[in-house]
């Protein structure tokens, strides 16, 4: 996974789409394991206009057809100019246009969800996934919770993003470009700072430095 320098501002508005989104519609069919699930367009459907809205867009490119895979890389950018963007691969199920085509769509979809954080009821990858209640909580905003926002926004981000990290090296590097905000988040948001450091504890126990 890349990022640009800073990650404060995607942080915040990705926190706040967040905060507003509702589940993909289920719309398409999938005849094969008989189960419903949320394609494409009902995923961008989903989240579109929040994104547009908070400054933020997602572009993907499809890459080379390597040794029976095939390649995407998705970007998310906001309007302060930060960036972050992760690659992954798919096996082609068969080598011609119908194929590739099958897998690029295939990991936009679910490329897409899971930055953006959109959840799915059903998948046509034959996962069985149990229906989450929305929840909604009403309470009296407070002074301390509007200073600590950017805090949270950032540990939420940082968590979510590490869980992308394939290597050590990523999730160090992760750690290191955002090092300035950490520390301003330590010093003034200990909850939000224990929770991003216990998360980089457990990624990090997964990695052989």
């Known amino acids: 996974m890349n990022q640009s320098e800073s990650i404060k501002e995607i942080a915040t508005a990705l926190s706040k789409v967040q905060g507003q989104l509702t589940h993909a519609v289920k719309d398409s069919a999938n005849p094969f394991f008989k189960s419903k699930y949320a394609d494409l367009g009902s995923v961008w459907d989903s989240c579109r206009k929040l994104l547009a809205d908070n400054g933020l867009s997602v572009m993907q490119f499809p890459g080379d057809y390597v040794e029976g895979s095939i390649s995407l890389t998705t970007m998310l950018t906001h309007s302060s100019g930060e960036w972050i963007n992760h690659n ?8 011609d246009a119908q194929g590739a085509g099958s897998a690029i769509t295939y990991m936009r979809r679910y490329a897409l969800a899971a930055v953006i954080g959109i959840y799915q009821a059903d998948d046509d990858g ?22 600590d926002t950017s805090h949270k926004a950032l540990a939420k981000a940082l968590i979510d993003f590490g869980a992308l990290c394939d290597t050590f090296t990523e999730l160090a590097s992760l750690w290191k470009k955002n090092e300035k905000q950490i520390d301003l988040m330590k010093a003034e948001d200990k909850v939000s700072f224990n929770e991003l450091q216990k998360k980089f504890a457990e990624y990090k126990s997964n990695f052989k430095e």
């Open 88 to 95: 992954m691969s798919l096996p082609v199920s068969k080598p």
């Open 126 to 147: 034959n996962e069985a996934v149990k229906p989450v209640a929305k929840v909604e909580v009403k309470k009296e905003v407070k002074t301390e919770d509007v200073i």
